[in-house]
Structure formats: C-alpha cells, structure tokens
C-alpha cells in the first residue's frame, strides 16, 4: 500500500467533516434564536467550508494531497470560540452553537494536526501529511 493510499481516506473524512461545520456555521444564524454578529459567522463560516471543500477536491484529483493548511481551521476555531464567550449572550441556543462549532474545528484542526505528525510511510523515513 502506498503512502497516498494509506492517509487519502482520511484526509477526505477530516475535509468533509470541515466542510459541514464550516456550512453549520453560515446556516446557524438563519435558523437559531438569539443570533448576533451574522456578518462574522458568514466570512467565517464560508471559509472554513472552502477550506473543506477545497481539500475534498484536492484530494479526490491527487491522492497525496498534503494537508498544509489546516492549522488555519484550528486559528478559526480558536477565535469563533473566544467571541462567542466574550459577544453572545451564554444560553441561547445560537451561543451553544457557535460554541460546539468551534469546539469541532479545534478537535479537527487538532486531530489532523497530530494524526499527521505521526504518519510515517514504513520505509524508514518519517514522512507527514503536512509536507
């Protein structure tokens, strides 16, 4: 089994999951009381779900695509959550929200980040999905 073939499946499961959190995130402020600062949830939900989805295509075209930038998921998710705590108002359902949204793009960002560093291609030589 090749390098490519043993990381393409879950570079697709951690592009998708991106993707459909970065799509909750633009969504969420439609359809949940209590939604403040929309403008902020769009931009950041629209570029993590282009993240998401520019990796799924990515990968799905070349197999050994590298996920080097995925640390700016995990940048986002750090951020969305320090807003919600600090700008909503806590126990909305648009609070909970954005904070579980967040939580998820930091736990993938994290995953990602240390699925990656410990990828080795079983030749000897340490390789990543980050290079």
């Known amino acids: 089994m090749t390098t ?3 990381y393409a499946p879950v570079v697709k499961w951690l592009s998708a ?7 909750w995130i633009v969504i969420a402020p439609a359809i949940l009381p209590g939604s403040e600062f929309v403008s902020t949830h769009v931009v950041v939900g629209v570029v993590v779900a282009a993240v998401g989805v520019g990796y799924l295509i990515q990968v799905s075209w070349d197999p050994e695509t590298k ?10 998710g750090v951020l969305l959550f320090t807003g919600a705590v600090l700008t ?3 126990g909305t359902a648009f609070f909970w ?3 579980v949204a967040s939580v ?11 699925w990656g ?3 080795s291609a079983g030749n000897g ?3 990543s999905i980050f290079e």
Do not use: D, Y
């Open 4 to 6: 490519a073939e043993q």
């Open 17 to 23: 999951a991106v993707a459909l959190v970065g799509l």
């Open 67 to 76: 996920l080097a930038s995925i640390w700016f998921v995990l940048v986002l």
């Open 88 to 90: 909503h108002e806590p």
């Open 97 to 99: 929200s954005t904070v």
């Open 104 to 114: 998820l793009m930091i736990a993938l960002g994290l995953g990602a980040i240390a």
């Open 117 to 119: 560093s410990r990828f």
């Open 125 to 127: 030589k340490q390789t």
